[in-house]
């Protein structure tokens, strides 16, 4: 596997390499868009580091390792407020990875990108100018695409940490959680659970819209039907219509969904349960985004299905941060980190080929902190996601996220 002090490099590719990169990725192979998980595109995703993280370095660049092989990794480290404090943390998590891994042979060429286009364009020249084989961040979505154009002009691989799919394509590999993944999976449960028809009530919002479109196309995809689909302020504003429309439609369904945080999916089932709609008898299912302890306080979400990873392997993760640095990581850590093992163990065991697409796009796929995962050929990725139900003390996962990626998944 890809992880771990004194992990064993991976072979060859195929299940055996699947196997390796599970240990290499650090003792197991970004950004606010899962539920608290990383991610950073989506304003309403709870992405962002808490309020005990370390304050960020200024411009903390420079080099990690010393690696014959190069790496450029691109965050905003003197950036304000929350995304320089993810910076930081995500720098932390890299420079963890290298001491973890068996004596990598990459150097990482460390560039503060100050969290715009042009920081990011530049510290992109930089990277390829020193060497760089292949890129790890940017974070943003604006500072991907002008990331892309250098990387693409030098035929070197970007693999980037932003949520917004629309980004990836040639050559640019997203590691983030993607909202499209908890879609998919959540959707999937609900069916083989035997809910076939939905209502939905969406945030009217950029998340809002992805979440609408994947969730249209794997309902129908799945053989499921859609009564019917109304959306909300993420303000909080009128909920009137909305909720008169979902509780005309309700009788009809056997789930709803409810794609949001807390900020928004409290107000909007006390709403419902107002409006007349029997929450009782529907299946509430959500998104990662429900991985908040406001959805677990509120009696009403009791029960409900939502998608995310395991959380086992950020709690390991976590405690070794912790160790070494003496505060905890942000969320968006485990990108980083991740992104980090996997080059070192493509470093160590694919030769020339280290970086090619073929190698990248492996069907088998990679092991993170967050479960496993795979680069498609378009740029986005797949990841293995657990389902769990909300209780008063937390996410229980009744459903585990899969260990790999079975044939013709």
Do not use: H
Request: hydrophobic content about 45%; proline content about 6%; glycine content about 12%.
């Amino acid at each position: 596997m890809l992880g771990g002090p004194q992990a064993k490099a991976p072979a060859r590719l195929g299940r055996g390499w699947r196997r390796a990169c599970v240990g290499a990725l650090a003792a197991s192979l970004l950004a606010a868009c899962a539920g608290g998980l990383p991610g950073s595109d989506f304003s309403s995703q709870p992405g962002a580091p808490s309020a005990n993280a370390a304050p960020a370095a200024a411009a903390d660049s420079g080099q990690i390792g010393d690696g014959k092989v190069k790496v450029g990794l691109l965050l905003p480290l003197s950036a304000a407020g929350n995304a320089g404090l993810a910076a930081q943390s995500m720098r932390n998590a890299a420079e963890l990875a290298l001491a973890e891994f068996n004596n990598p042979n990459v150097q990482l060429l460390v560039k503060d990108d100050a969290g715009s286009p042009q920081g990011a364009q530049q510290a992109a020249q930089q990277a390829v100018a020193e060497g760089a084989g292949i890129i790890l961040g940017p974070l943003f979505a604006g500072s991907v695409t002008q990331v892309a154009q250098v990387a693409r002009s030098r035929g070197v691989p970007l693999i980037a940490f932003s949520t917004d799919s629309n980004v990836a394509g040639r050559g640019v590999f997203l590691l983030s959680f993607l909202p499209e993944s908890d879609v998919d999976r959540i959707v999937d449960y609900a069916i083989a659970q035997g809910k076939r028809s939905f209502v939905a009530l969406l945030p009217d919002n950029a998340y809002g819209a992805v979440v609408e479109g994947e969730f249209k196309q794997v309902v129908s995809r799945k053989g499921g039907r859609l009564v019917a689909l109304e959306r909300y302020a993420p303000d909080g504003g009128n909920m009137t219509e909305p909720v008169r429309q979902i509780a005309q439609a309700a009788p009809r369904a056997d789930a709803l969904f409810l794609p949001d945080s807390g900020e928004g999916v409290v107000p909007a089932v006390r709403a419902l349960a107002a409006g007349g709609v029997d929450l009782k008898r529907l299946q509430l299912i959500g998104t990662g985004l429900w991985d908040d302890t406001r959805i677990f306080a509120e009696p009403a979400l009791e029960g409900g299905w939502y998608a995310g990873p395991d959380s086992a392997g950020f709690r390991d993760f976590a405690a070794r941060y912790r160790a070494r640095y003496g505060q905890d990581p942000a969320r968006t850590a485990t990108l980083a980190y991740d992104a980090v093992a996997l080059v070192a163990a493509l470093v160590k065991t694919q030769g020339e080929r280290r970086f090619a697409v073929e190698t990248l796009t492996n069907a088998s796929g990679f092991a993170g902190k967050d479960g496993v995962f795979r680069f498609r050929p378009d740029g986005t990725n797949q990841r293995g996601l657990a389902v769990l139900k909300v209780t008063p003390s937390g996410g229980q996962v009744i459903a585990p996220a899969p260990r790999t990626f079975g044939s013709g998944t």
